[in-house]
C-alpha cells in the first residue's frame, strides 16, 4: 500500500481575499482526477485533513477553507447563498487550473455540491455527500433562528464561553439548542483537546461562520436535489452523525444514486473504502 503523504497548506487569492487550502497527493503522476473536498461547519478543511490524507495516495486532493472559515477570507456580500459559495468552488478550481475533478462534501459542503451538479455538473465526474439534510421546514425555521447566531467579541470576552458551549453543546444534542432527552446524542463527549481545536476554528471565524449555516437552512435541498440528473452519485452518512436519519430520503430523491452508512466500528477506514471503492470503479 502507498505510503500516506503528508498533507500540506497553502493561498490562493480570490477576488474576495486569500483563500486557505489542505492539499495533498501528487498531481503529475496517476491517471485520477483531482478530488475537491468541502468541509462541515462550523470548522474548517482541518477537519477532514485525515480524509484527505488518506485519499492522496492515489490522486491530488485539495480542500479549501470555505469563504468565512478557517483562514480563508469572508463572503464579499452580505448573506450570501449556497449558489454564492459554489460559484466560489468553481473560483477556486480555475484558479487552481483544475478543469474536472471527483467530489465529496460533508455537511455544509454536500449542500454546496447540490448547487455545483446544478450549475456547472460537467465540472464533475463523480460525487459523494456526505450526510446531508432534509430539514423538514419547521425545523428549518427553528434552525434559523436559533442555531448559528451572529456574535461579536466583546469587552468581558463573553465570545470564549458561547464558543466552548456551541461546540460542546452540538455533541450532546442535536439540534444542540434542543436540550431535552428526546433530542440527547448517544454519542461520547469527544476529548477536551478535539473540542479546544474545533473551539479555536470557531473563534477564528467567529463574526461570518453564521453565513454557511444560514445559507443552508434557507435551501430549498429537497427540491433541489431532486432535480440532479445523469451524474454518479454516493450518499454517505456516519452511524455517530445525526444526520444520518436523512440518507435515506436524500438517495431517493435521486434515482440511480448509491446508498452507504458507515457504522461507528466502521469508522474512518470504512468512510475512506467506501469513498475509494465509489470513486475507483
Known amino acids: 500500500m502507498a505510503t500516506t503523504p503528508d498533507v500540506d ?42 480524509l484527505v490524507a488518506e485519499l492522496a495516495r492515489t490522486r491530488f486532493v485539495v480542500a479549501p477553507d470555505t469563504l468565512g472559515n478557517g483562514d480563508s477570507a469572508g ?6 447563498d449556497l449558489t454564492y459559495y459554489a460559484d466560489s468552488v468553481l473560483r477556486v478550481m480555475d484558479a487552481l487550473k483544475i478543469d474536472k475533478a471527483d467530489y465529496f462534501g460533508t455537511h455544509t ?19 459523494i455527500f456526505d450526510g446531508i439534510g432534509i430539514f423538514p421546514d419547521d425545523l428549518k425555521k427553528q434552525m434559523l433562528e436559533n442555531y448559528a447566531p451572529e456574535v461579536a467579541p466583546d469587552d468581558f470576552g463573553r465570545q470564549f464561553v ?12 442535536f439540534p444542540y439548542f434542543l436540550r431535552d432527552p428526546q433530542h440527547r ?9 478535539a473540542l479546544h481545536r474545533s473551539v479555536t476554528e470557531v473563534l477564528k471565524a467567529l463574526t ?8 443552508v437552512f434557507r ?21 455517530p452523525d445525526p444526520l444520518n436519519i ?3 430520503e436524500a438517495a431517493g430523491l435521486v434515482p440511480g444514486s448509491k446508498k452507504v452508512l458507515i457504522t461507528r466500528a466502521q469508522g474512518l477506514a470504512g468512510r475512506v473504502k467506501a469513498m475509494q471503492e465509489f470513486y475507483d470503479a
Open 75 to 80: 463572503p464579499a456580500v452580505k448573506n450570501p
Open 208 to 215: 461570518t461562520y453564521h453565513n454557511g449555516y444560514r445559507a
Open 9 to 50: 497548506r497553502a493561498f490562493i487569492r480570490l477576488a474576495e481575499g486569500l483563500v486557505h487550502y489542505r492539499h495533498a497527493g501528487d498531481r503529475s503522476t496517476g491517471e485520477a482526477l483531482p478530488l475537491y473536498m468541502v468541509h462541515a461547519g462550523p470548522g474548517s478543511s482541518a477537519g477532514i485533513a485525515p
Open 109 to 127: 459542503g454536500a449542500h454546496i455540491g447540490v448547487e455545483l451538479l446544478l450549475s456547472r455538473p460537467d465540472r464533475f465526474r463523480k460525487v
Open 162 to 173: 458561547w464558543a466552548w458551549h456551541f461546540v460542546r453543546d452540538q455533541s450532546l444534542h
Open 219 to 239: 435551501h430549498d435541498t429537497k427540491g433541489r436535489l431532486a432535480q440532479v440528473k445523469n451524474m454518479p452519485l454516493m450518499f454517505m452518512a456516519s452511524e
Open 185 to 193: 446524542l448517544q454519542n461520547s463527549m469527544p476529548p477536551a483537546e
Open 246 to 248: 436523512y440518507l435515506d
